[in-house]
């Protein structure tokens, strides 16, 4: 029996007796110190456990959730993406159509805490063990103008809050016994606006603005076992995004561009990877294209 046999995991090397001694002997130091570091090499491979991603907000497929979703499976992670809305456009996806055994997207209303608790324990049957690496919050109602009509205000309001605040704790308390000690990571997607507010985004404002204290919150309580951290993308064209990108808009921005899904997905990533990000937590990130870096007065 090999070695890797007798740790318990997926064979790739062949068994000892199929290298027949003479054939050991006759190795040159070279060859073996080379053989040596193949079998090393062989054993990381074998230990290394494929990461597991859960994310919410997936529904849309040129979305913020959607891209994550795409850049995790990617990077060779598994993915659960969760929505309150039948996800769209699975089938034309050419990234979820290659890596099909590896991702699902399931329903689930982040207002709703026993739908949270099934969506999770079905994204853990689909791991196939207990574990989660890294979570995204990242559903909420990503249009900020609050309504008009004072009789409607009231319930605006709350609902900013219940979905793009109060969902994320309840998504991310369902998800802690989970979490990986030392490998995981929760990535809040809040925004610009908690930092900067535009007149009557009363709502969306305070719910994003929450997700600091949320984020820094958990950063401390889930110590040594689970980093935390909250980015805040300023415009990212999305079908969420409320306004048209005009040459002005670009123009505002210090990159001559307004955001893609695909920028706030790859800061997520790198969140999300221990290797890389190991040392971040409590953090929070701007990611604006420079926006909010310019000081401006009216002329
Ligand atoms: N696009 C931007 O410019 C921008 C800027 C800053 C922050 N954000 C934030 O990024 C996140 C993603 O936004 P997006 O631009 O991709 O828009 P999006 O509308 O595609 O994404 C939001 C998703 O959340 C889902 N959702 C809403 N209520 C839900 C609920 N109760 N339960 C489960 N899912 C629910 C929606 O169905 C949708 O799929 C949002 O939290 C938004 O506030 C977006």
Redesign the pocket.
């Known amino acids: 029996m090999s070695v890797l046999h007798s740790v318990g995991q997926r064979i790739y090397s062949q068994p000892s007796s199929l290298h027949p001694p003479s054939l050991v002997r006759h190795r040159t130091p070279a060859q073996s110190r080379q053989g040596a570091r193949l079998r090393r090499s062989a054993v990381v491979h074998v230990c290394a456990q494929q990461k597991t991603l859960i994310v919410?907000?997936?529904?849309?497929s040129?979305?913020?959730?959607?891209?994550a979703v795409r850049v995790f499976l990617e990077a060779g992670w598994k993915a659960v993406g969760?929505?309150?809305?039948d996800p769209e456009g699975e089938e034309d996806d050419e990234v979820l159509q290659a890596h099909k055994d590896s991702y699902k997207l399931l329903k689930?209303?982040?207002?709703?805490s026993d739908q949270i608790s099934d969506a999770v324990a079905q994204a853990l049957d689909f791991f196939g063990e207990k574990r989660v690496n890294c979570l995204v919050?990242?559903?909420?109602?990503?249009?900020?103008a609050m309504p008009k009509e004072k009789k409607e205000r009231k319930g605006a309001f709350e609902a900013y809050i219940?979905?793009?605040l109060t969902?994320a704790f309840l998504l991310s308390e369902e998800c802690t016994p989970y979490f990986a000690k030392g490998d995981s990571s929760i990535i809040h997607?809040?925004?610009?606006?908690a930092e900067f507010a535009d007149p009557d985004t009363h709502g969306?404002t305070c719910a994003?603005a929450g997700m600091r204290g949320l984020s820094r919150c958990q950063a401390v309580t889930l110590d040594k076992r689970t980093r935390v951290n909250v980015i805040?993308?300023?415009?990212?064209?999305?079908?969420?995004?409320?306004e048209e990108v005009t040459k002005e808009m670009r123009d505002w921005h210090l990159t001559g561009r307004?955001?893609s899904?695909k920028d706030?997905a790859e800061a997520c990533l790198f969140l999300g990877d221990e290797q890389r990000s190991g040392f971040i937590t409590g953090a929070e990130l701007m990611i604006d294209g420079g926006v909010s870096a310019k000081l401006f007065y009216p002329q």
């Open positions: 919410s907000g997936t529904g849309n040129e979305g913020i959730g959607r891209a969760l929505d309150v809305k689930a209303d982040m207002t709703d919050n990242n559903a909420g109602i990503a249009s900020p219940q979905t793009n969902g997607v809040s925004s610009i606006h969306y994003k805040f993308p300023g415009y990212i064209d999305t079908p969420g995004a409320s307004v955001g899904n706030i």
